[in-house]
């Protein structure tokens, strides 16, 4: 069987071809009224080919949140497949918002869902977190490398009711966010230090500069990067969180694109004013 082409390589590509921006899929109650569709699989279903016919190959990754599918029972995780197989078909990375986290056979089990040929979902990355401990997912980290997908781990989240857990200090003096980060780091650079990181991080835009410490303990991690649009962050505080460290930036935004439709033309101006300065905020990595 031939090797896929690890998430990170792929997402690289089109980054240069397309933007590194990543559109979240939200299609809540709210959302869905906003846009005048229903509240039942049919208007998921039409929220979802809306999006798809704005974003198609214009974005390096979509995240579709599961839960606003999950809640609408199996006719809406056949939405999300649905939707799922459209982007990719499109060339577009899947990256599924589950945040999964559990352990022995049941992590197996969901990571079995996740990834890999024949798995109901297909996805290119999901999001899991740690809270049973880094170890309960290594398997799921294995499965994801042999995949070719990634799988993004939670450190520090950009709502601030993360914060008191995240930045709690162990016996060992570091913080919880630094110890993960030192796991997803060795995890990623077991193979040798220039093997493509496996292992992501999901790291809030609109976080303070004192966490340049556990962005510094990443290493070459990808970082997921909510949090600009709705939540307050902006492109700047991607330059201010993350300088030096732009290729491995996937900003991400969801209601400041998503609240312009359901007008296809205003939906696609949302995402140009998020797409230009995802590739302007990249492009700094370069050397002049």
């Not at 024949?118 to 170890?135: M, N, P, Q, R, V």
């Amino acid at each position: 069987m031939t090797t896929p082409l690890p998430f990170a390589h792929r997402f690289s590509q089109l980054a240069e071809q397309r933007s590194p921006f990543c559109l979240g899929i939200d299609p809540s109650k709210d959302l869905l009224a906003r846009w005048g569709l229903p509240d039942n699989a049919q208007g998921l279903r039409d929220f979802c080919e809306r999006v798809a016919d704005a974003a198609g190959d214009r974005v390096a990754v979509v995240k579709p949140q599961s839960a606003f599918f999950e809640r609408h029972g199996p006719a809406g995780l056949q939405v999300l497949q649905d939707v799922m197989r459209r982007f990719k078909a499109a060339g577009t990375l899947t990256l599924l918002d589950v945040k999964r986290g559990d352990i022995g056979s049941t992590m197996d089990a969901y990571a079995e869902s996740l990834f890999g040929e024949g798995s109901a979902y297909a996805a290119d990355a999901a999001t899991f977190t740690a809270y049973l401990g880094l170890g309960a997912l290594l398997k799921t980290l294995e499965r994801a490398r042999a995949s070719g997908a990634a799988a993004f781990v939670v450190v520090r989240s950009s709502n601030p009711e993360g914060t008191s857990l995240q930045t709690a200090r162990g016996e060992d003096g570091r913080t919880v966010a630094e110890a993960l980060a030192d796991g997803l780091r060795a995890f990623n650079e077991k193979p040798g230090k220039d093997a493509a990181p496996v292992a992501g991080a999901v790291m809030g835009a609109t976080l303070p500069d004192s966490d340049h410490g556990v962005i510094e303990r990443l290493g070459g991690a990808l970082l997921l990067t909510p949090g600009i649009g709705a939540q307050g962050a902006g492109f700047d505080d991607l330059k201010r969180l993350f300088a030096g460290r732009e290729a491995q930036v996937i900003p991400t935004a969801t209601r400041s694109v998503l609240e312009a439709g359901p007008d296809a033309a205003s939906l696609r101006q949302a995402l140009d004013r998020h797409l230009a300065p995802a590739r302007a905020f990249r492009a700094t990595a370069r050397p002049s």
